[in-house]
């Protein structure tokens, strides 16, 4: 007889969870563990705030125009942020995280122009060369923030770590990027809610999944205001100024990374997120932002919206 085990934590500045179905309490939380403290040295393996992170490391060397060889997972990051920076047309860059010096928190009046041109002449993986494991920097002054990969890969790998010990039914859940390890044990699909971007405790869309992994990305929960308006946390390595069109997008995959990146493009293309997420044939919801709600789910994950 299985039962479900829940094991709650914080990491990667989010509220995290695993669950897993076991006969007993001592086997699941032994290897939750495991999965816990993988998730945990990836957040401080690639933390900016931590001066011993290879974040950090790689962002001396930029600070100078040097190069540094990185190791192998971190060369497979690269690799794979490389990827999304040629299927987004330039958009989806690792090297935009500067440009958050123009839109702290603490912002009560919009960026000069100066300040943001003279952060964009610092920002473009085109200005980076790649040849793994070497990474070399053209132009002084650039940073590297692998915020935009790290926490889904985290996701994908913690359910990785499960399911190779032999758990067939549970997820992983970090900050609402979820990857499933498998149904509840009778079949039955995971009930996902998606937020609704504009009205808290309210459900944009009910998703059923049995397998695979989903993301959201939006601008209703770190943003900043200015003189009342809703400036988006996620910025656009092409003007350096917050995007607009959606309010929100959940992606499906069968892996949280790529869900995950799939999202933070649509919320770069802006009012073209919807069409681009179909063009690449992801199932997906979004609000745009006249609070419109659209998208295509495949029932090849057993998903389904509903709005409410």
Not at 101 to 109: F, I, M, V
Not at 242 to 257: K, Y
């Amino acid at each position: 007889m299985f039962a479900l085990f829940r094991f709650p934590f914080s990491a990667m500045g989010s509220r995290c969870e695993v669950r897993l179905y076991a006969p007993g309490e001592a086997r699941a939380s032994a290897r939750a563990q495991a999965a816990i403290a993988d998730v945990r040295r990836l957040d401080a393996k690639y933390s900016r705030y931590r001066a011993d992170s290879v974040t950090a490391e790689i962002n001396r060397v930029a600070a100078t125009g040097g190069a540094i060889d990185v190791d192998a997972e971190t060369a497979t990051l690269l690799d794979y942020a490389e990827t999304c920076f040629e299927q987004s047309d330039g958009l989806f860059d690792i090297t935009s995280g500067m440009l958050r010096q123009a839109w702290s928190p603490e912002r009560t009046t919009l960026p000069e122009p100066a300040l943001l041109e003279s952060l964009l002449a610092r920002v473009g993986w085109g200005k980076v060369r790649w040849n793994r494991p070497r990474l070399a920097f053209g132009v002084t002054g650039m940073e590297f923030d692998f915020g935009g990969v790290v926490k889904e890969y985290a996701a994908d790998r913690a359910a990785v770590i499960c399911a190779a010990a032999g758990f067939r039914h549970g997820l992983v859940d970090l900050g609402g990027d979820i990857k499933i390890i498998g149904p509840h044990p009778d079949g039955a699909p995971w009930i996902v809610g998606i937020q609704h971007p504009r009205i808290p405790d309210a459900v944009m869309a009910t998703l059923e999944l049995s397998r695979g992994a989903v993301a959201t990305s939006g601008d209703y929960e770190r943003f900043i205001e200015i003189d009342g308006r809703r400036y988006s946390h996620i910025l656009s390595p092409r003007t350096g100024r917050p995007v607009q069109g959606l309010a929100g997008v959940s992606v499906v995959a069968e892996e949280c990374v790529v869900a995950g990146s799939a999202t933070t493009i649509a919320m770069l293309m802006e009012e073209r997120g919807g069409a681009w997420l179909e063009e690449v044939g992801l199932p997906h919801v979004f609000m745009d932002g006249d609070m419109r709600i659209g998208g295509t789910l495949a029932p090849g994950f057993s998903a389904r919206t509903g709005a409410s």
